[in-house]
């Protein structure tokens, strides 16, 4: 299965990919999809749009994965970052794809083990995770946290399914 992690942003947006077969990760590609902080919103979020398309339509996952945006005490950036999360959620919907949808938190817990971690401790795990992996910016190691997330969610619902279905033959 491969698996699209995408970290809303309006200025940067970070994508990473990965495949998980059983229990194995590795790394597909990843990188930030940037909108220039002068244009007019409805340009950056065009440009967001055209380049996460661009991502989807190069490397087709299988499935997706965004974070859930959180409420701060700028209303207007958290209205413009909802905004760019519409893109995230949006293009692999497009793509035919349900998307999982996380909290940071929840991000942070299934990768570094705990809910609470910061940047630096993420994009160390996502090494050990995909070990050999260069990862383009705080953004896209974020994206692939989320990536990694929803593999393991898939995994853990998979395994679920299959006990049930044999606990019931």
């Given amino acids: 299965m491969r698996v699209i992690g995408i970290d809303p942003g309006l200025r940067n947006m970070g994508w990473g990919i990965i495949e998980s077969v059983g229990s194995r990760l590795t790394h597909v590609a990843n990188g930030t999809c940037k909108s220039d902080g002068k244009a007019d919103l409805s340009e950056r979020l065009l440009s967001l749009y055209d380049q996460l398309n661009d991502v989807f339509q190069t490397y087709q996952p299988d499935a997706a994965a965004v974070e859930q945006t959180f409420v701060n005490k700028d209303a207007v ?47 160390h795990m996502v090494g050990v995770y995909l070990p050999g992996v260069k990862v383009h910016g705080p953004d896209a190691a974020d994206a692939l946290a989320i990536a990694i997330c929803h593999a393991h969610h898939c995994q853990s619902a998979n395994h679920l399914s299959r006990a049930v279905m044999k606990a019931g033959a």
């Fill in 77 to 123: 950036a958290t209205l413009k970052l909802g905004q760019a999360r519409g893109i995230a959620l949006l293009v692999p919907a497009q793509a035919g794809l349900r998307v999982g949808e996380y909290l940071p938190n929840a991000v942070k817990k299934a990768v570094v083990g705990v809910g609470h971690a910061d940047k630096k401790q993420i994009g």
